[in-house]
């Protein structure tokens, strides 16, 4: 559990033992972007074989979001990520297959 909280940066954000802070009812003493990063780091956990993520970094600064999907895009699961806001770079970096989607048509930009 402490090497996922760490690869998503909670480590040390939820004080000196992260694994006894407490998120309060509903999650209320954490972040919007340390919801989002617990979640992920429960996902990493579960080691699904598959990630659909919507909007998953929507609450992130830019650091996190890139450390984030850099984990993300490295996993050897699939995973399926919808997103207003992404990295052209970080795509390019990881081969990943993009498709560009509009209410007229879609591009796959693979």
């Not at 939820?14 to 996902?43: F, M, V």
């Not at 598959?50 to 970094?57: K, M």
């Amino acid at each position: 559990m402490l090497a996922a909280l760490k690869k998503v940066n909670l480590n040390t954000e939820l004080g000196a033992d992260p694994l006894t802070y407490q998120c309060g009812d509903q999650g209320k003493n954490l972040s919007g972007g340390q919801k989002e990063r617990l979640s992920i780091a429960r996902a990493l956990l579960r080691k699904r074989p598959l990630f659909l993520l919507d909007e998953v970094t929507a609450s992130l600064d830019q650091r996190n979001s890139e450390k984030i999907r850099d984990i993300l895009y490295q996993l050897p699961q699939t995973v399926i990520e919808i997103a207003h806001h992404y990295d052209d770079k970080q795509i390019d970096k990881y081969h990943v297959r993009h498709i560009k989607m509009n209410k007229d048509n879609f591009t796959d930009l693979a």
